[in-house]
């Protein structure tokens, strides 16, 4: 009900990649948050704190879903990882974008990366940006992560390999420069951006990094010290390491957690200043002991 006693419609929230980590932790508060979740997800079948899941596949329309619901805000989170060059996690996003302007959508957020530039070293990068003007162009919401710091996604790749294994390779020998987003706080502002409350501005690029960079190695010693074990870490070059997640990519003989495209982003954002928004928008900065203290289970 509004100041007028006014009933208002529950909002509609459509999430593409509804089954990704991201995805799933925006739909949880989101839900809790009173809103009506739709779902789009490779393969067609119920996700928590989804009301409705539609199949889809980047690249093409969605089917049915905007028969069957009004939606009001839709976030994209879709990205297909082993589509190394990106090219289709950029048009396929385009596509499901400009069919939701097509459809009335009154907000889209298009979940982006700091390692988006149109300067950048992997193509992950480069595409991101290039995706980016489009939803700036139309007064949409931008928003731009670190590494996610959560029970899923990559930190969660980099957790199980500490837990995994006695012997951690340290690329480039840990010194790596890595800025942090906090899962939880991610969610909050785009909570707060679909509440429509004038907190987060249309039409512009918002950071959700943490100000303050830390070294690679030291989140790999935090992990290992909150989980009382004991490791050896051995540097290895980075041309190795990527070199041969390379090879396992063009071979297509594994699915790895992480890929080239993640090893070129993180190396090439940890050697630059990035200013974040957090501040701005209320949030102090976590110290590395408590975002990964969340996280041990």
Not at 40 to 64: A, C, M, W
């Amino acid at each position: 009900m509004d100041d007028n006693g006014r009933y208002l419609r529950m909002k509609n929230v459509l999430i593409t990649g509804a089954n990704g980590f991201i995805a799933r932790s925006i739909s949880r508060l989101l839900s809790e948050s009173g809103y009506f979740i739709v779902g789009v997800s490779r393969t067609h079948k119920p996700i928590p704190n989804y009301n409705e899941v539609f199949q889809g596949v980047l690249g093409e329309q969605l089917k049915d879903v905007y028969a069957r619901h009004k939606i009001d805000v839709v976030v994209h989170c879709a990205y297909d990882k082993h589509n190394i060059d990106n090219i289709m996690n950029a048009e396929g996003t385009r596509i499901w974008a400009e069919q939701a302007e097509r459809n009335n959508v009154g907000l889209q957020i298009f979940m982006s990366s700091i390692s988006a530039d149109k300067d950048a070293a992997a193509p992950y990068g480069q595409k991101k940006y290039e995706t980016e003007k489009w939803f700036l162009a139309h007064d949409h919401i931008v928003l731009r992560l670190g590494l996610v710091i959560g029970n899923g996604g990559i930190f969660s790749s980099i957790v199980s390999s500490v837990k995994e294994h006695v012997i951690v390779p340290l690329i480039d020998g840990g010194k790596t420069l890595t800025y942090l987003t906090d899962v939880d706080v991610m969610c909050e502002i785009v909570r707060d951006a679909v509440m429509n409350n004038n907190k987060i501005a249309r039409g512009k690029i918002w950071y959700l990094q943490q100000e303050s960079p830390v070294y690679f190695v030291d989140i790999l010693r935090e992990i290992q010290s909150q989980n009382n074990l004991f490791r050896i870490f051995i540097p290895v070059p980075y041309f190795l390491v990527f070199t041969t997640l390379n090879l396992i990519e063009k071979l297509k003989i594994l699915k790895l957690g992480i890929t080239t495209n993640n090893l070129k982003g993180l190396r090439q954002t940890g050697s630059r200043k990035i200013e974040s928004d957090l501040k701005t928008l209320g949030y102090p900065e976590i110290p590395l002991e408590l975002l990964i203290k969340k996280t041990i289970i």
